[in-house]
């Protein structure tokens, strides 16, 4: 990919801005369980969006010498105090990479292009596009690690430090991230995602139908999901099943198998949720309408043959995926068969972007 164009920063080094939007994306082999610093235990595979997006202004603005480094975050206009401990974590973490940050106050101001009230996790979009403006703001102050065509690389693993899975949204399309290696050429790292481009024409326009089955705040969070990983008694088996999965998706991606992809992307799906139910301290992120719709779709595809298949992530809303020529089959089946099921009657129609991330005028 290539580098990124300063000409976008407004400002200087005094006073600057710039701005980016990044996707949110849905993993289809899921990350679950971490080592070291924010590092997968295993490979993932994901989708990038094209609707479901955080958008965010990076203001910076040097402070005089001595005073130390401070931030505000702002969402949809307002503090957010919530998230203030993760960015100040976040910053931690990313000083010894650009280490100027210490001399400046910076603002980021975020705003989500979907509802924020439905219950989709927007950490990745959200940390992606932060992690984009501060590596913008690191190739414009001059950092040479930002500079030319490895500016994304350093970005996502930038993104990877504030939440796992936004390292991978880093890309539009199809990105990888974790040991997997497609060939010699192509190695996987567990530091950085990277774009996976070996697409069949089946797979090149899908869609993604977000189906909201429920929107209360989660129970359990994804970071506390990921320390139960530590000796659950099936994390071997775990680290295993998705290598293994990660194999079988690529050659139905590769070869053009929705049979193959359909039932890697359920067996993921249903996995992440059992690998809860069966921690040290099980609980559960399903809702009885969740499993409701699950049948309801299987039912379906048995009768009509239709190309969809569902996942979830770390929650109970049903993201309802097919090529984009199952389209009008499936959007009927949702307004005949689901509709009563879902929260307020809501879901929202999305689908794979392939433009990833852009530079926003400030
Ligand atoms: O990036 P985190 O720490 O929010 O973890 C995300 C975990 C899943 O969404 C369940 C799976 C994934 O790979 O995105």
Redesign the pocket.
Known sequence: MSSFDISSVKGDLNRGQVSWEAPS???L????G?KGLQLPMNS?L?LSLSSSKTKTTLSWKKKPEGEGPSFDLLFEGKKKVQFQKKISTFLKRIEEKIPSLKDYHLQFDSENTFPHSVGI?S??SSMASLALCLGSFAAYSGVEAFLGDAFYEQVSSMARLG????C?SIYGGWASWGPYELDEREKGSDFYATPFTKIDPLFEEMSDFILIVDSSPKKVS??E??ALMEGHPFAEGRILQAENNMNKLVESILKGKWDIFQRVVENEALS?HSLMMSSNNPYILMHPRSLAVIEKIKEMRAKTGVNCCFTL??GPNIHLLCPRSENAKVKRFIESDLRDLLENERWIEDSVGALGPKPLEC
């Open positions: 994306n849905i993993a082999v899921k990350y679950w971490k993932s994901s996790a950490s990745a939440s796992g899975s936004a991978r994804s970071t999901g990921h992440l992530d770390a």
